[in-house]
């Protein structure tokens, strides 16, 4: 059994050629290329995918390789999961040729065997290059280029492998940050085999979801939350790349940015109660700068979803709506968004994450504060500030308020998504999901901007100016009316995080 550890880039065809340029500059062992022929097994059922297990059998070099990789850990494009090869004779898997393979208890592995099927294949040419680094360190890289096949189906494979042979994990990413300067590098997490699955089943694609709880323990250590915290951001954040990569969804994106957004939030927040040290936040800074015009796109997004039907009583929505899409359209598009994504600062900044949470850097507690304290003292004190704030002391808000109170909402829901663990659920969300309601509501005021701001920049006719003014009116304040209810509701619950938590 081997421990596969290694770092995967997607990347664009156009980049290949300058790979070999840049590994020139570090000795080079060994050179190859390879035609590699993978055909990976599985029950009708898929009984191995259940067990989180793959299995392949490799054909190359005129010789046939089966190799099952079992379940193990994906941090950011990090992938470090056992590993089992055995050479054979043929084509089809031979179980029983696996020593101290921990297959999962009363399997029968002749008729496990006798089930497989081929489900998908991978063709695809090899060239790796065996390179020399510091502390004894060797690192394989490897560039797949080829195609993925199910019957008459296929998708392009064109990958960028870094997998540690021996050595120092810090030279592995050392290595992958010279790499990162093509500016055509995407870090990956999404497996061929995970690619396979999902071409051969035509499974729908991974979905953006929100932002759930981090999951503490109430007896974690202050230096243990604070790692688990950024672990749990960055699979968030890994997660919604990917989605975006796959459907170019302005609300993947904002996930990604919620995700960046959450790890600021905790840095700020444990430093000062943790002593650690990170080389990555003034990265993480620029990437939420870079991203600044995200809430406006969505915004208008909305707006012209499902052809206008926001806007559709406006006697002039079809000038609001090319209005909208002519703003839009001023606004990075999905091309910028990818080279950001590819760019070098991102992928340092990835790569100075994913080792952050890889390699868990010392850290020490500064205070004697158990979690739990700590946890109850922080949320007591946001919430604090926002009800002696005209959010909690004025009997009626307007637009202007609610806007303006939007960010430090945010900020004490994502405190709520870093200790909400900890506490009893059912107390937990009543109270949040109020919280919730008024951060709709003021997103649905916030998507009015786009138009209000047209509003005033138009030359059409006044009479048209004034009825357009009268709609938003009516519309704000039919939101604020029941944001109002709300917010006296949400002001007379209990604090949770004083009630009780979780045994």
């Known amino acids: 059994m081997n421990s596969e550890i290694e770092l995967k880039f997607y990347l664009r065809d156009d980049s290949v050629a300058q790979i070999e340029p840049i590994l020139a500059n570090f000795p080079i062992l060994q050179h190859e290329v390879r035609n590699l022929r993978s055909v990976y097994f599985d029950t009708k059922q898929r009984q191995l995918r259940r067990w989180r297990m793959g299995l392949r059998i490799r054909s190359g070099d005129e010789q046939n390789v089966q190799t099952v990789k079992t379940a193990g850990r994906v941090v950011g494009g990090l992938h470090d999961r056992p590993e089992y090869n055995q050479v ?22 002749t008729e496990l065997e006798d089930a497989l099927l081929p489900i998908f294949v991978t063709d695809f040419q090899r060239t790796t290059w065996l390179v020399d680094l510091q502390n004894e360190t060797l690192v394989e890289v490897a560039l797949d280029s080829g195609k993925l096949e199910v019957d008459d189906r296929q998708e392009p494979i064109c990958e960028l492998e870094l997998e540690l042979v021996k050595g120092d994990v810090g ?35 991974e979905q953006p979801v929100r932002l759930g709880f981090v999951p503490l323990e109430n007896d974690d250590s202050l230096p243990t939350a604070l790692h688990k915290s950024v672990d749990y951001a960055l699979s968030h954040w890994q997660r919604h790349q990917q989605v975006y990569i796959d459907t170019l969804s302005y609300r993947a994106l904002s996930e990604l940015k919620q995700a960046a957004q959450l790890i600021h939030q905790e840095i700020s927040m444990y430093q000062d109660v943790v002593e650690f040290s990170c080389s990555w936040h003034d990265d993480l800074l620029w990437l939420i700068r870079q991203l600044g015009w995200l809430d406006e796109a969505c915004h208008i997004q909305g707006l012209i979803d499902d052809q ?32 950001l994504l590819s760019c070098e600062r991102y992928n340092r900044l990835m790569l100075g994450l994913i080792q952050w949470v890889y390699q868990k850097e010392d850290m020490q507690a500064k205070t004697a504060l158990s979690l739990n304290e700590y946890a109850s003292t922080a949320l007591q004190e946001c919430w604090q500030k926002l009800r002696d704030s005209e959010f909690g002391e004025q009997l009626s808000l307007d637009f202007n308020q609610y806007t303006r109170l939007a960010g430090q909402l945010k900020r004490n829901m994502m405190l709520g998504n870093c200790f909400g663990a900890l506490f009893e659920p059912s107390s937990r969300d009543e109270f949040r999901s109020l919280w919730l309601d008024l ?65």
Request: a negative charge; zero cysteines; glycine letters at 6%.
């Open 88 to 109: 054979i004779e043929g084509t089809r898997p031979q179980l029983n040729r696996f020593e101290n393979l921990p297959w999962p208890e009363d399997v029968e592995l």
């Open 171 to 205: 030279q592995l990413f050392y290595l992958a940050e010279q790499l990162s300067s093509l500016n055509s590098l995407i870090l990956g997490s999404t497996s061929k085999a995970k690619r396979g699955y999902t071409l051969a089943d035509g499974l729908p694609g």
């Open 308 to 339: 206008g039907k926001f806007i559709r009583k406006l006697t002039n929505k079809r000038t609001i709506f090319r209005q909208l899409e002519q703003r839009l359209s001023e606004l990075p598009d999905s091309d910028e968004v990818i080279k």
């Open 439 to 503: 951060l709709g509501g003021i997103e649905d005021l916030r998507l009015l901007e786009p138009i209000a701001e047209l509003a005033d920049d138009s030359r059409e006719n006044k009479d048209e100016i004034k009825q357009l003014h009268k709609w938003l009116k009516r519309k704000q304040d039919s939101i604020t009316d029941a944001m109002e209810f709300t917010r006296t509701q949400a002001l007379s619950k209990a604090d949770y995080w004083l009630l009780h938590h979780v045994s």
